[in-house]
């Protein structure tokens, strides 16, 4: 049952797994580099990302080469996204897994893909693009539910699938939202297509599928009895770190969206 399965075992996904050998490879140059760090490849990671983002988020009157900024921007949005499959393989190859850098793994996650929809919605603010910003608040504010249930079955003792195990819960993990957030951000209107809006619908749809889904797995785990292992321990750290961050990020979100579409239609007035 997946319930039963070790954490290290939903680590190594399918998507994971695609990815396995030339992780491995580079990682082995990683490690000889000195001073090195998960921690400072997971912050590096993160600007990177950001700051791909709030390239995308100028207006266009400011930017003088709408091309050149969108690929300099997805430049660094990959660059961010590499970073994340690089640091825990570096802590796992230097043997310094640690509580406190799983933790920090994590909101980085979080803080991209918020970040990221952000820059979107900003983006279809100046667009005046209302859906926009309501398809981009929606994904940014599902994104951190799912880490909250995984954890919720972790601190438990047992685990759910990070993969997910039907569709639509399939798209509403930490892979497919990296390949949905990209081509959101940076191409959100090609040709005229609300890219964009439908990305991100398909997203907010995956991470309530995927909550839902992990929710009903973590019922149905016995919590097991006694002193919490290490796995267990992270799971609570995590939980506990969610249940500040999810209602923090909908503030900061929804607020957003509220004051750009409330500006907007002021304006039309």
Do not use: W
Not at 206 to 231: F, M, Q, S, V
């Amino acid at each position: 049952m997946e319930g039963t399965k070790s954490v290290n075992e939903t680590r190594n996904s399918r998507y994971r797994k695609i990815f396995e050998k030339p992780i491995s490879k580079i990682t082995d140059i990683l490690v000889k580099i000195p001073h090195i760090s998960a921690n400072k490849i997971t912050v590096a990671g993160t600007v990177s990302v950001l700051l791909g983002g709030a390239l995308k988020a100028l207006p266009e009157n400011i930017i003088n080469s709408d091309l050149g900024i969108s690929l300099i921007a997805l430049g660094l949005i990959g660059i961010g996204a590499m970073a994340d499959g690089f640091d825990g393989a570096v802590a796992r190859r230097l043997g310094i897994s640690s509580v406190d850098g799983a933790l920090l793994d994590m909101m980085m996650d979080r803080i991209q893909e918020s970040g990221l929809a952000f820059s979107r919605m900003v983006a279809a603010f100046f667009r005046n693009d209302d859906l926009g910003i309501a398809a981009a608040t929606a994904a940014g504010i599902t994104n951190p539910l799912t880490s909250y249930t995984r954890a919720l079955a972790e601190e438990k003792g047992g685990s759910v699938s990070e993969a997910g195990e039907k569709f639509p819960a399939t798209i509403g993990n930490r892979f497919p939202r990296a390949i949905m957030n990209t081509p959101a951000t940076i191409f959100p209107e090609p040709q005229n297509i609300p890219l964009q809006n439908i990305l991100d619908t398909m997203a907010t749809i995956g991470n309530l599928a995927a909550t839902l889904e992990r929710y009903g797995k973590c019922k149905k785990i016995p919590k097991i009895i006694g002193p919490l292992t290490k796995d267990q321990y992270t799971a609570a750290k995590k939980k506990e770190l969610m249940k500040k961050f999810i209602p923090v990020n909908t503030i900061i979100l929804g607020m957003t969206a509220i004051g750009l579409i409330g500006i907007k239609n002021l304006g039309r007035s």
